[in-house]
């Protein structure tokens, strides 16, 4: 059963910076598509950023575009998610997934942020505050 373990979260002030981790086991991590996703009280579940752990692309959403960094270390089968000039409105929960399933894909095409993920971590809140 692949296992996702996210760190990293906590409060944070306006303008700040945060890196969050999400280690993956009991998968061939060079395989797999890679999200964060965030999810706030009241609204949508939102795609953050994501990577295609073998090619080593990267995806954005626009809100984040220019301040979040999403990266890969192979080695220790981890995804990060750089996070900096936080805002009041990044202040969710932010979970790890992997694995979109083929038909999520096929329908979405390359729209990763609304694919079904097969494999969601516990979630890590992030709270960012004036």
């Known amino acids: 059963q692949v296992k996702l373990v996210e760190s990293g979260g906590t409060s944070v002030q306006v303008g700040g910076s945060l890196r969050l981790e999400c280690t993956a086991s009991?998968?061939?991590?060079?395989?797999?598509?890679m999200a964060w996703i965030r999810q706030a009280p009241g609204k949508e579940r939102e795609g953050v950023a994501a990577?295609?752990?073998?090619?080593?692309?990267?995806f954005y959403a626009d809100s984040v575009k220019g301040r979040f960094t999403i990266s890969q270390d192979n080695a220790k089968r981890t995804v990060y998610l750089q996070m900096n000039s936080l805002k009041p409105e990044d202040s969710a929960t932010y979970y790890c997934?992997?694995?979109?399933?083929?038909?999520?894909?096929?329908?979405?095409?390359?729209?990763?942020?609304?694919?079904?993920?097969?494999?969601w971590g516990q979630g890590t809140q992030v709270t960012v505050s004036s």
């Open positions: 997934a992997a694995d979109p399933s083929e038909s999520s894909q096929a329908r979405y095409g390359l729209n990763w942020s609304k694919y079904d993920y097969k494999n």
């Open positions: 009991r998968f061939t991590f060079s395989s797999y598509l």
């Open positions: 990577i295609d752990i073998g090619a080593d692309t990267t």
